[in-house]
């Protein structure tokens, strides 16, 4: 059983390494000195193809997966981490592999480490000659791919971007409190006014060091953690109160909420998800908010919607499952699994989601379609296929955010009207 943060830290890393599961899944919330845990772990998976070049150049082979991800996490101390002492992490870390190796192993790291030490100006300085791929800890098979669509200027700022800390935002629930109260609150705790720029309008960034559950009204629903672009995507749909609403791929039910907010509990609101565990979140939420009075929540495949979810719809919101290349800020995993294979089985998922709840739109309606992708194929490739196969839609707007332009999460965001 781990006992210090580092061995938690690095128990985790060497779960991912081998599984390739969801990071954020593999933190529990009661973990010790969560903080510095989350901070170990999405810095290792986000820096992990520099910090296995810095290693590789030092050592003959990479060691097992829980022995590596002790070296992992503490690389990422001594050559990304500005507050903590590098002896102490040193020091720390080779402690954290007495705990569970042998001296030998102990040895191997504590040498490692005092050698990246030594050197670390040398290196840093290697590494600015170095592909972006490995500069900037990125698979090479993403940078080319955005190369040809992006340019090369661009794809580095959205590199940079990617591997620094995202704040968390919040949406104040206007259904029970004013915005500005709620920001006097805030204020009230010791916080400072969170900034919002013009790409997070209608969010509240919180400072670094803030737990959610520890803001005020966490518990009685006074706010909700969004992404920003899920407001781009509501606010193209424009439900309005009297309609008959559809929210396709529901969980965790930020784009619900912002629906039902918008309705002020009038008309229909479902909201469908397929797996059981993200139904659960949703219906918490939603009961944590106040609106699950007003939202049908129902277990349905966005694929092959069945005539429990009702219908037809006045408006229908697709946010598309994807593969989140452009939030990779925030889920600093998914670009490590990004690939062609996958990518191909996103875009069939999406047409097939596109295509069926196309049928359930009313004449005159309107279908909203986005993607937390930068894909071409998943965002503005797929639309166009679509409406050449669809004369009776039409597209009314088009929008992607590719960051950090607007300081803001990557998104793309269609919406279509079908013909009366």
């Given at each position: 059983m781990p006992t210090s943060s580092r061995q938690i830290a690095a128990q985790i890393i060497a779960r991912w390494l081998k599984s390739g599961e969801f990071p954020n899944r593999l933190i529990p919330p009661d973990t010790p000195d969560r903080g510095f845990v989350m901070e170990l772990v999405y810095g290792v998976v986000r820096w992990k193809r520099m910090l296995e070049w810095v290693a590789a150049a030092r050592v003959h082979h990479m060691p097992e997966p829980g022995l590596r991800a002790l070296m992992l996490a503490g690389l990422y101390q001594v050559l990304v981490m500005t507050k903590v002492e590098p002896y102490a992490a040193v020091n720390e870390t080779v402690e954290a592999v007495k705990g569970r190796y042998a001296q030998g192993e102990a040895d191997f790291v504590n040498a490692l480490l005092r050698i990246v030490l030594r050197e670390k100006e040398a290196i840093l300085q290697e590494l600015k000659k170095q592909p972006l791929g490995?500069?900037?800890?990125?698979?090479?098979?993403?940078?080319?791919?955005?190369v040809r669509v992006y340019g090369e200027d661009a794809v580095r700022r959205l590199c940079e971007w990617n591997n620094t800390r995202p704040e968390v935002m919040i949406h104040v629930n206007s259904l029970k409190i004013n915005p500005r109260?709620?920001?006097?609150?805030?204020?009230a705790k010791g916080m400072d006014a969170p900034a919002s720029s013009a790409g997070q309008?209608?969010?509240?960034?919180?400072?670094?060091?803030?737990?959610?559950e520890e803001l005020p009204g966490y518990n009685e629903g006074l706010f909700l953690v969004l992404d920003p672009s899920v407001l781009i995507s509501v606010a193209q749909l424009d439900p309005r109160p009297g309609d008959h609403v559809l929210d396709a791929c529901a969980a965790p039910g930020g784009k619900t909420f912002l629906m039902?907010?918008?309705?002020?509990?009038?008309?229909?609101?479902?909201?469908?998800?397929?797996?059981?565990?993200?139904?659960?979140?949703?219906?918490?939420?939603?009961?944590?908010?106040?609106?699950?009075?007003?939202?049908?929540?129902?277990?349905?495949?966005?694929?092959?919607?069945?005539?429990?979810?009702?219908?037809?719809?006045?408006r229908i919101?697709?946010?598309?499952?994807?593969?989140?290349?452009?939030?990779?800020?925030?889920?600093?995993?998914?670009?490590?699994?990004?690939?062609?294979?996958?990518?191909?089985?996103?875009?069939?998922?999406?047409h097939a989601m596109l295509e069926r709840v196309s049928d359930l739109?009313?004449?005159?309606?309107?279908?909203?379609?986005?993607?937390?992708?930068?894909e071409p194929e998943e965002d503005e490739l797929l639309v166009a296929s679509f409406l050449k196969a669809h004369g009776e839609f039409q597209l009314v707007s088009e929008q992607k955010i590719v960051p950090p332009a607007g300081q803001a999460d990557g998104a793309y965001v269609a919406s279509l009207q079908k013909q009366l």
């Open positions: 490995i500069q900037q800890s990125h698979p090479d098979m993403l940078v080319e791919r955005w109260a709620y920001l006097e609150q805030l204020q309008a209608g969010c509240l960034a919180i400072p670094h060091g803030w737990r959610v039902a907010e918008r309705l002020q509990g009038r008309g229909r609101l479902t909201a469908m998800d397929l797996h059981n565990d993200r139904l659960f979140r949703l219906r918490a939420n939603l009961s944590r908010l106040g609106v699950d009075g007003f939202v049908n929540v129902v277990q349905g495949n966005a694929m092959n919607v069945t005539d429990e979810a009702g219908g037809p719809f006045d919101l697709l946010d598309a499952p994807c593969t989140n290349t452009g939030v990779i800020r925030r889920r600093p995993d998914a670009r490590w699994r990004f690939s062609e294979s996958r990518l191909s089985r996103m875009t069939r998922t999406q739109l009313k004449p005159g309606g309107r279908l909203v379609y986005s993607t937390c992708s930068l």
